[in-house]
């Protein structure tokens, strides 16, 4: 089945160690988005690539970067991890079509900050 | 700017119970809409769309009627289970300007059902 995967799952950092997070595509898509949900809260968008444009949200930190070397895959580094960045880090893909918008989204990766 | 209200929760029902979650929208321009669920430890899975004003979504027996005169979508489904026990999150897309689309999220509804 075509789907979103990201991995790891799960993933325990230090404060301040740098770490990636990683997701993964077999739909084609060619936009793919990272979300931020912090407990009991609606994803936030952080930013996304449309094909191999780089699109960031205002508020969206600096310590956080992308990397999309093709089209399956998408990356989510934290420079420098605060406590304040562990959540839930939600990968999803489109694709940009008349009349089809919806995103599909991945399982999520668990970020705890130690 | 854009944006969706749903009702608050959490929401508590027996199994086979009526669900009504209530969801309206402002936005500029003429939104898709969406109902996502997400169960616990898990990514969002899409429920069900709407494109169009007087469109029906419906999936899994759970159904939501695009109102462009009340702007609202609200989600229900006739006879609950506990396994659609979740967090249900109504969202409405427009295009982004970067040439893609952007979902705009409600804050969810927590629905547990119980039997």
């Known amino acids: 089945d075509a789907m979103v995967i990201q991995n790891p799952r799960y993933q325990v950092t230090q404060f301040g160690k740098p770490v990636t997070l990683s997701c993964s595509q077999t739909l084609n898509h060619n936009v793919m988005y990272w979300y931020q949900q912090k407990s009991s809260q609606a994803p936030k968008l952080l930013f996304h690539y449309y094909d191999k444009d780089f699109n960031n949200e205002a508020d969206t930190p600096d310590n956080f970067q992308s990397r999309r070397p093709n089209t399956s895959f998408c990356f989510l580094d934290i420079r420098s991890p605060g406590l304040g960045d562990a959540a839930m880090y939600l990968c999803?893909?489109?694709?940009?079509?008349?009349?089809?918008?919806?995103?599909?989204f991945g399982p999520g990766t668990r970020l705890t900050v130690t | 700017g854009d944006s969706v209200t749903q009702m608050e929760g959490p929401v508590t029902l027996s199994e086979e119970a009526f669900l009504t979650i209530n969801c309206t929208y402002t936005a500029t321009g003429y939104p898709s809409l969406f109902w996502y669920v997400q169960y616990p430890g898990e990514g969002l899975q899409l429920l069900l769309k709407a494109t169009k004003a007087d469109d029906k979504g419906s999936n899994k027996g759970f159904e939501a009627t695009y109102r462009k005169e009340t702007t609202s979508f609200h989600l229900e489904k006739g006879s609950v289970q506990v396994s659609d026990s979740a967090v249900y999150f109504c969202a409405l897309s427009v295009p982004s300007g970067a040439g893609s689309y952007q979902l705009t999220f409600g804050k969810g509804t927590k629905l547990s059902v119980i039997p």
């Open positions: 999803a893909t489109s694709r940009v079509r008349t009349g089809s918008y919806e995103q599909y």
